[in-house]
């Protein structure tokens, strides 16, 4: 099993600096394919807070409506309203990206990956993606801004869901998801290794 693995150990050392470079390069075209998602869901889920998202670069910006009060330095007179930019850089939550390609690739020429398989696992990741940076905005908008809970017109359970969601996205998701979809492609490799690494040694 040992040597199994060592064999597909240093291929994947060699994808990983070409794969981080994809991811590095490619930071623009992930903030368009997040913001395009975002731009759809956070208007109705944030009750037109946010009103839009778009690419910037590598960043994401989304317009923010504020209603009249303070907002840590930001004071809108009663009555009237205003609008905030505030921003999110996708790359951060995306960091299992180079990881799970560079262990597709190395996997890639022991076992058989389809690529509607590693075109699905692109979709989640993206989806992953788009989590983390929403709960991010999410969270400067209704936790960040406001000075006290009184402005941010939602009770302290769906702060602490925010919260939560913000940790899932920022810490958890980003690498738990890509290396169980590892594991899910390489399943058959796996097996193959342990299997062979069981059967009984014959002496010559």
Do not use: H
């Amino acid at each position: 099993m040992a040597g199994g693995f060592r064999g597909i150990l240093f291929p994947l050392l060699l994808w990983l600096p070409v794969t981080f470079a994809i991811w590095y390069f490619c930071g623009p075209l992930l903030a368009l394919l997040v913001a395009a998602v975002l731009d759809l869901l956070l208007p109705l889920l944030t009750g037109e807070r946010i009103t839009q998202v778009e690419s910037v670069g590598e960043m994401i910006q989304a317009v923010v409506v504020l209603g009249s009060g303070s907002y840590k330095g930001l004071e809108v007179p009663a009555g009237q309203s205003a609008e905030l930019l505030i921003q999110s850089r996708p790359m951060i939550f995306a960091y299992g990206m180079p990881v799970f390609l560079a262990l597709a690739f190395a996997a890639d020429t022991r076992t058989d990956i389809s690529r509607n398989q590693l075109g699905l696992c692109m979709l989640l990741l993206l989806a992953v993606v788009a989590f983390g940076a929403g709960m991010d905005l999410v969270r400067s908008v209704f936790l960040n801004l406001p000075v006290d809970m009184a402005q941010t017109s939602i009770s302290r359970m769906q702060a602490d869901l925010i919260a939560l969601g913000y940790q899932f996205g920022v810490l958890i998701l980003p690498l738990v998801v890509p290396v169980l979809l590892g594991c899910w492609l390489c399943a058959a490799w796996f097996r193959g290794t342990l299997l062979q690494a069981a059967e009984p040694v014959v002496p010559d």
